[in-house]
């Protein structure tokens, strides 16, 4: 029997699926150079939360005896994406409990893939922080570092050193780290985001392969190296206008380039419009600005997603494109009164 | 001259699958046995019918007549008896009134005369037109000699759309490789109603030798025609897209091409008018590809109107497999798909498409905003496909639901392949309701 069915009858072979495998395809570089710099152990949190994610997935569906998503490869970039959020050498129990509450709480509870308002790779490591902040700041030194590093991150090593009221010069110099440490990925930090340089190549991918657009990134990273470039010397004496070398070491750390590439280009949780996709990426860069630089902890990009996550909807509803041959509607002349 | 240029915004990039039948040229259909020649080819009210059950019909006869002013005259493809008034299930849904006539083996030799046309008046060319029964022949039919009436309004362009962005689609390749000399001067009498001031023929890129070819000609009769070479994207055969694509013009929400000073006419159509003025021939026959990856040997044919899709099937050598997946009238993006066998081929039928295929899951919106990014009207797909589905009709058409013209970039794109072409008929339908 033929079928009938309303036009078009062919369609772009990018599904859900695939693109979601070229996610996980653009990450495993970064993860890979993660396991390379911090050792085994690495490996075995990246697997772990992966496998914690997908089965909790599975056994979801099971449960509640609805269709098995697992094969639409979004668990397992929910899961990847919190393994390269991790620690080191975290306790393994956390990415565990950070994967299952991602979730079930963040994803499963409204409604699965395509209805959660807030990303839950995000959702489940800003859980685990708060929840075990201790352990979750907790970095070991990279395997190629020099002897006099320090295992704290390069950002909350400045920002110890500076509630400690000491005189700033370099924020670079200060966390003992130079430029190309950072950019390459040889600096402390969580297992997937000190590569720069690996994780730009990841997003360079998927630019190619159109799974997302540069507006996100671009407009995330591009408003918050301006404000920074700007206004973070302001904290420290330092005055306007930081010197290049703090404004790139700002860049390169912190887990910016994980967030504003994998984690505010998250499909579901981020407006559909190109330039609700700017102000979604200005909001970031502003919210990553203001908590880094004027809050307590030293980084901030995953509460900054979450907050515009947040403001999704509402960007949604009022930044709407310009229609195709839109004329401003004429306002009919009020009528005098007689 | 040529360049290369194309509308800005949306659009998609659908894998053209014209090598199937672009070398093959046209032939022409055997007559059928049989014909059903439906009473509704063309947009707007169906013709009235002229002839019952018993009726001899002669080939050119008008069969059926303009039932109002958006409406178009119907002709009898062929000499034969009536042998059955019936309604028929078109590929679009319509249910209309149709002959079947069963035809004559012997056909008389008929529009081999030619009458001059450059002297008649702007009235009595647009009589012949609309005498004739020239409606739009890329696959919107409207009635032509409705179009062409410009009512005095000024003509900046007159665009002639040879673009064929549909996939798998090459009649209007083959039709301006084979018979570019008639209907260049098809638009040369288009252009006397009109009087533009300029006169453009839009082909994709795709298309070289077409593209070669027409202007060769153009320079041998020495026509003011140029011929602009456009860079390939889907939907660029729509009027909207076209002319900003060539003459830079946006047309405004809701109005037409001439109110930016454009009429826009498609390569078969400008043929259909040299033959209606030049030969006095009705419109009965018309140019389609047959295609797809499930018909043995793609052709582009010359067809009596109401041939049974079987019989041209079974004219390219009959299905190359069991399980065909889909039939479908007109290109893949906006083709209306059949099941049965029986369907006639009417005014409007640019194609046949066999197609190979398996049903694709559906899955749920993922917002990943590619529907919003390739919609080349600039509309919110997701969003109106979000209120279509919870029957809130009213707000879809807020969201400018009306001005969607189903070309299909954001069901072709969508990840999740949702129905949103489907959600946007039946919106459009219940909001029209309300």
């Not at chain 2, 889907?234 to 809701?254: N, R």
Request: charged share 20%; net charge positive.
């Amino acid at each position: 029997m033929k079928r009938v069915t309303t036009s078009p009858h062919v369609h772009s072979s990018m599904d859900i699926r695939k693109s979601m495998l070229y996610v996980f395809i653009a990450l495993l570089p970064s993860a890979i150079w993660g396991v390379v710099v911090f050792g085994l152990m690495a490996l075995v949190t990246l697997a772990l939360s992966i496998a914690s994610a997908v089965l909790t997935e599975y056994l979801l569906s099971k449960v509640t005896k609805e269709e098995v998503t697992i094969n639409d490869m979004s668990a397992a970039v929910t899961g990847l994406l919190i393994g390269m959020n991790m620690p080191p050498h975290v306790p393994f129990y956390i990415p565990v409990l950070a994967s299952v509450f991602a979730i079930i709480v963040v994803k499963w509870s409204f409604g699965g893939l395509g209805c959660n308002w807030m990303n839950p790779a995000l959702g489940g490591r800003v859980f685990v922080f708060f929840s075990f902040t201790s352990a979750m700041s907790a970095f070991s030194l990279p395997r190629f570092a020099a002897d006099a590093a320090s295992s704290a991150t390069p950002l909350s090593s400045v920002k110890t050193l500076l509630s400690n009221g000491e005189v700033f010069t370099s924020a670079s110099e200060m966390s003992g780290y130079s430029v190309m440490d950072a950019f390459i990925g040889n600096i402390p930090g969580c297992i997937g985001e000190v590569s720069a340089l690996l994780l730009i190549a990841g997003g360079l991918f998927l630019i190619y392969t159109k799974v997302m657009t540069w507006h996100i990134p671009v407009s995330y990273i591009g408003s918050f190296a301006f404000l920074t470039w700007v206004f973070s010397g302001l904290r420290c004496g330092q005055g306007f206008f930081i010197p290049m070398n703090d404004l790139l070491m700002a860049l390169f750390t912190g887990g910016l380039m994980l967030g504003a590439i994998f984690m505010a280009t998250d499909w579901v949780t981020t407006p559909t419009t190109p330039v609700g996709m700017i102000v979604f990426g200005i909001g970031c860069g502003f919210f990553t600005f203001l908590i880094r630089y004027f809050g307590s902890l030293p980084e901030g990009v995953s509460l900054a997603i979450i907050l515009m996550n947040v403001a999704t909807p509402t960007i949604e509803r009022y930044i709407k494109p310009k229609k195709f041959g839109y004329v401003k509607p004429v306002k009919a002349p009020k009528e005098a009164k007689k | 001259m040529s360049r290369i240029s194309t509308f800005k915004r949306g659009g998609v990039h659908p894998a053209d699958k014209k090598y199937l039948a672009k070398d093959s040229p046209i032939e022409r259909l055997p007559l059928p046995a049989e014909l059903i020649v439906s009473m509704s080819q063309h947009l707007g009210a169906p013709a009235t019918c002229l002839k019952k059950k018993g009726d001899t019909v002669v080939k050119g006869e008008k069969i059926g007549t303009a039932a109002s002013f958006i409406s178009a005259e119907v002709h009898s493809p062929a000499s034969g008896t009536v042998t059955e008034v019936r309604k028929v299930r078109l590929p679009s849904g319509v249910v209309a009134d149709a002959l079947v006539i069963k035809t004559d083996p012997e056909q008389p030799e008929m529009f081999t005369e030619r009458f001059e046309w450059k002297d008649l008046s702007n009235e009595e060319l647009l009589a012949q037109i609309k005498e004739m029964g020239i409606v739009g022949m890329g696959g919107a039919t409207f009635p032509a000699h409705v179009k062409f009436n410009t009512g005095g309004k000024p003509v900046e362009a007159l665009v002639v759309n040879g673009v064929e962005c549909e996939p798998y689609l090459t009649a209007d390749y083959r039709s301006m490789l084979e018979r570019a000399e008639d209907t260049l001067e098809g638009i040369m009498i288009l252009a006397k109603i009109l009087n533009p001031k300029k006169i453009i023929i839009g082909v994709e890129h795709n298309k070289p030798d077409a593209i070669k070819h027409l202007e060769d000609v153009i320079a041998k009769k020495g026509y003011p025609i140029e011929v602009y070479d456009l860079k390939m994207k889907y939907p660029q055969g729509d009027e909207k897209q076209l002319l900003v694509a060539t003459i830079g013009k946006e047309i405004p929400s809701g109005k037409l091409p001439l109110d930016v000073g454009g009429v826009v006419c498609n390569i078969g159509t400008a043929y259909a008018v040299f033959e209606a003025v030049v030969y006095h021939k009705p419109l009965i026959e018309r140019v389609m590809t047959v295609t797809g990856e499930a018909i043995t040997t793609p052709k582009n044919i010359l067809a009596p109107l109401g041939t049974k899709a079987s019989e041209i099937i079974a004219y390219c050598g009959g299905f190359n497999t069991e399980n065909v997946d889909k039939l479908v009238s007109g290109g893949p993006m906006m083709g209306f798909a059949f099941a049965d066998e029986d369907m006639p081929t009417l005014k409007g039928s640019s194609g046949l498409l066999c197609l190979k295929g398996e049903p694709l899951n559906t899955g749920v919106c993922v917002s990943c905003g590619k529907c919003v990014a390739h919609c080349p009207i600039g509309l919110m797909p997701n969003r109106m496909f979000r209120n279509i589905s919870n029957a809130k009709y009213q707000e879809a058409m807020d969201l400018g639901l009306m001005d969607c013209k189903e070309c299909g970039c954001c069901a072709f794109i969508c990840p999740a392949h949702l129905p949103l072409v489907q959600g946007f008929k039946l919106g459009k339908k219940m909001g029209r309701k309300k």
